[in-house]
């Protein structure tokens, strides 16, 4: 088959968008890429649920997400260049609103094919960036109020009325103020107008003049000016700026410099762009800041700055954008350097790193440019923070439609001198031409392309996965205990319409999701009555055609689950036969065990299985002892929990065990929610000598996605209870990966393709060893400490994958490989750096009721926790609603108290510190279960 390339200058295309496609062939020659092809001749279906990101703008404002999207989410990240390749129909799921859909597009795989395709039916749009600063300084913003008024269902990034907050420097200029950042001495002009907003903050470095109209009386702003030119917090500057500000106003128009002893000047300038200005837009008198002096230095030789023929001076455009978890991240700095005498655009000056600048004005040293290059990270994540603050009270028409809100932004930044420190000084805020400065120094830089817009891609694939959950239908069997609490209105919360099926007709979850229905199905080895009995009562309830998933987070009802979600013919839920395997600790060995052809790039399951073997007799106990030998590890064949579980020596040890747990574990009544309900009968198997791990994994049609460890501690031996546990992994990262790819082959090897899987690992002297799989997602803390660490809720992807959808995740989990090496580049390693700082280490200790009991009766109360956990100084994960007095013998852990710090030595330190002061360790006692953790993973 023959292939056509995209011919852009056919005359089909309109002229901005031959323009932009004939830009998009350019690049992809500077890229040494291939161009694009021309498929619409073969028109693709847009049926599915798949990720749509659709990039509405001119292509110098998306290149980078563009490129970066696709190479990370082939196909997900769409150009558009003109409105007229999109349609809008009534949204299914929101009335009043409208759902987007794309006709023609622009796509890419992952190797930067680029391709224009033709989608019938059209693709439906899970996510909006609409970049359409560009199109506002050309039109006005009028043109485009049919283009911003849409009323679309989707997430998009940014509205026109949040840009026109955002490049509303006065406005900004307030938020530094707010929360202490350094910024000009500023007095504010602004006219009144329909786009107007207020400023409440009453700061001394802020002047704020209403002006009733452009002919404002003269000696109003005559006196205005000169107040504020002779305040007294002027004095220590000798010149000013007056700056317009407004959405059309950009790449330093109209902005002037001025001696501030020179009044006449000043008010002329200010005089002249009162003539120009729009209607609720404003203009700005602040004081001038100079880049610092450059530090005399040696070695640079001719490579020095040239300060005899001009003043030189430099400004920072920090990128900063929104990550999943609603914070604030600046991704990339690139610097512009210029004549100080007049305003120092990005158009024209050659984009420079932070790092080389810094070096140019002889500021060397990698401590000290670190130094610099996080207080600017600081100061720009502040002011971030405080506009997503004050945005999010904002009503949706506030913010310009239901999905919008800001994701990026880009601030200058003047790096000054005052009392002999180099202080960043926020100049201004942008919503416009954020990338473009950015993604030229990325051409030029191959090392560092995509690291600017890594965290908003992450936001928007977050933000698009959230959309295409929105309005599922997804059957829940068992409701959970206590610890499963929090997941009770999260389905709400995502727009999930939650039908659950429980055995207890007052269950605390039933007031909370979209549809309840009582089953007595306590007793599980009835599942196949139970699953005929639900399967009715939802046809009876729920129109079939409108359930989209399955699944189960309570361990015991993880097979029903399978069970009704094969009567129901969801296509995407896996096989009894597969849960059953996972289920039954005997069969998941057996199967893994036995010999099969694997692909030549995957060792065999039966490489991590050991023996285990049921023992429900005294005989099959001594026959058991012959093939497994002891020490050995005695368990509850479908236990959970750590109930049950005892390392044994002896034949007379191992019998004394087993007739305990039959006398005393005889059903689910005896101990709820351990496995009961599907029988009594116990396994032994081998005791493995090593580390113990959980590896949750996520998969989709076999294909590993993502994976997550934690470590775990020394166990209280002889019953096997959980001690301490840390995150990430400290293993080496050749281990960490041995782990990954021995927890997925388990999984398929026992027929888990899709969904979140818990498996328990060991890793031996010889290499990963399988213990356990949990066909659900991980329990105690596990989903909190991930959300924590890798911004990923497990539940999320859980739910993704029960509905047919691919999960996406971005440089989120332990299965992502850092990027390509920065070649020694300052910038780009400390922001790895500063990442890694963010995400930092988790530790914690579990409680248990036999050990803990008086210090949570007294100086550790529940109360107590709660408020520390509060207050951000514990994490604090509470797995029973009161603690239980146990007896020892059989015992589950009452909760789990963490700390978080940026390295594993800190946390070691403050767990130490905090578990002693409440009264629940000793130093000695933690010392034995922490000294095992050491840092590897470097």
């Known amino acids: 088959m023959s292939i056509t390339t995209l011919d852009v200058d056919s005359g089909e295309f309109s002229q901005p968008c031959q323009k932009q496609l004939h830009f998009l062939q350019t690049v992809l020659t500077d890229l040494k890429l291939p161009a694009t092809v021309d498929r619409r001749g073969r028109p693709r279906s847009g049926e599915g649920p798949q990720i749509t990101v659709v990039l509405l703008a001119d292509l110098e404002e998306v290149l980078s997400i563009f490129l970066e999207g696709n190479r990370q989410y082939p196909d997900g990240f769409l150009y558009v260049p003109t409105a007229s390749w999109l349609s809008r129909d009534p949204s299914p799921s ?57 009323g679309l269902d989707l997430p998009t990034c940014s509205s026109l009325v949040l840009n026109a907050r955002t490049d509303d420097k006065l406005l900004t200029t307030t938020m530094c103020a707010a929360v202490g950042v350094a910024h000009p001495v500023t007095l504010g002009l602004w006219l009144p107008g329909h786009r107007q907003h207020p400023y409440p903050l009453h700061h001394p470095s802020v002047t704020v003049v209403r002006l009733t109209s452009r002919d404002e009386d003269k000696g109003v702003l005559d006196r205005a000016v ?87 001076g430099f400004r920072v455009r920090a990128i900063v954008v929104r990550t999943p978890d609603n914070g604030a991240c600046m991704t990339q700095a690139v610097c512009a350097i210029g004549d100080s005498s007049q305003p120092i655009g990005g158009v024209t000056a050659v984009p420079t790193s932070l790092s080389l600048t810094l070096t140019k004005w002889g500021v060397k040293g990698e401590g000290r440019q670190r130094a610099i290059y996080r207080a600017v990270a600081h100061t720009c994540e502040e002011v971030m923070a405080e506009l997503m603050r004050q945005e999010a009270m904002l009503t949706s028409q506030q913010r310009g439609g239901h999905g919008s809100q800001t994701e990026l932004v880009g601030i200058d930044l003047i790096l000054s001198q005052e009392k002999g420190s180099i202080v960043p000084v926020v100049i201004e805020v942008n919503a416009h ?8 120094m990325e051409m030029m830089q191959p090392r560092l392309r995509g690291l600017a817009v890594n965290p908003l891609i992450r936001t928007m694939l977050h933000r698009s996965q959230r959309h295409v959950l929105e309005g599922r239908t997804v059957v829940v069997i068992g409701g959970g205990g206590y610890s499963k609490r929090h997941l009770r209105t999260e389905g709400a919360e995502l727009g999930v319409k939650v039908v659950l099926v429980d055995s207890d007709p007052r269950h605390p979850a039933s007031r909370w999701v979209h549809t309840f229905l009582h089953v007595d199905m306590s007793d599980h080895r009835q599942d196949t009555r139970h699953a005929l009995t639900i399967t009715h009562l939802l046809r009876d309830t729920v129109a079939a055609r409108d359930i989209a998933g399955c699944l189960a987070w309570w361990e015991d009802c993880v097979p029903l689950a399978a069970r009704v979600g094969q009567a129901l013919g969801l296509k995407h839920t896996v096989s009894v036969e597969a849960v059953l395997n996972a289920k039954s600790k005997e069969r998941t060995h057996s199967v893994l065990g036995q010999q099969r052809e694997e692909p030549p790039n995957q060792l065999p399951p039966a490489a991590y299985a050991s023996p285990v073997l049921r023992v429900a007799t005294p005989e099959q106990l001594h026959d058991a002892v012959t093939k497994v030998s002891l020490p050995a590890v005695m368990k509850l064949e479908f236990g959970s929990g750590a109930v049950g579980v005892k390392h044994v020596h002896s034949i007379k040890e191992a019998c004394q065990h087993m007739e305990l747990v039959d006398r005393n574990l005889r059903s689910d009544a005896d101990f709820p929610g351990v496995g009961l309900g599907h029988g009594q009968s116990m396994v ?10 959980d590896v949750d994994v996520v998969l989709f049609q076999g294909q590993l996605v993502a994976a997550f460890i934690s470590d775990n501690g020394p166990t209280h031996m002889p019953l096997c209870m959980e001690t301490v546990a840390v995150m990430p992994s400290l293993l080496p990262t050749e281990q960490q990966q041995q782990l990954i790819w021995a927890a997925a082959s388990c999984c398929r090897g026992l027929g888990l393709h899709t969904g979140v899987y818990n498996v328990e690992m060991m890793m031996t002297s010889c290499g990963p060893r399988l213990l356990e799989v949990n066909a659900r997602i991980g329990g105690y803390y596990l989903r909190q400490w991930i959300r924590l660490i890798y911004n990923v809720d497990i539940f999320h992807l859980a739910l993704m994958c029960a509905c047919g959808i691919r999960p996406v995740l971005s440089g989120s989990s332990s299965l992502e490989e850092d990027q390509e090496d920065s070649g020694g580049d300052l910038l780009s390693s400390v922001q790895r750096d500063d990442n890694g700082l963010r995400k930092g280490c988790i530790m914690g200790i579990m409680l248990c009721p036999s050990r803990h009991a008086q210090a949570l009766a007294t100086t550790a109360s529940p109360e107590h926790l709660q408020a520390l956990h509060q207050k951000g100084d514990i994490i604090f994960s509470q797995f029973e609603a009161e603690v239980v007095p146990q007896n020892g013998a059989f015992e589950e852990s009452y909760g789990n108290l963490a700390v978080r710090a940026p390295c594993l030595q800190d946390a070691k330190t403050k767990l130490m510190r905090v578990s002693t002061s409440l009264g629940l360790e000793t130093e000695e006692s933690l010392l034995e279960v922490l000294s095992d953790f050491v840092d590897l993973s470097q």
């Open 94 to 150: 929101n009335s009043g609103m409208d759902t987007l859909h794309v006709h023609q597009a622009v796509t890419s795989d992952s190797g930067g094919q680029t391709y224009l395709d033709v989608f019938c039916p059209p693709r439906r749009a899970t996510y909006l960036d609409n970049h359409l600063y560009r199109y506002v300084a050309r039109c006005g913003m009028e043109d485009l109020e049919e283009v911003g008024g849409w």
């Open 684 to 693: 032994m198997m081998p005791r493995l000598v090593g580390t113990e791990h």
């Open 226 to 312: 000169r107040d504020f030119l002779g305040s007294a917090r002027m004095r220590d500057y000798e010149k000013v700026v007056v700056k317009p500000f407004g959405v059309t106003w950009n790449c330093c128009e109209g902005v002037s410099y001025h001696d501030r002893h020179d009044v006449t000047s000043v008010l002329e300038a200010v005089l002249h762009l009162l003539t120009v200005i729009d209607a609720g837009t404003g203009l700005l008198v602040q004081s001038y800041h100079a880049t610092f002096p450059p530090v005399r230095t040696s070695g640079l030789g001719r490579h020095a700055l040239d300060t005899q023929n001009m003043q030189l």
């Open 433 to 440: 031409d954020c990338l473009f400065h950015v993604t030229m």
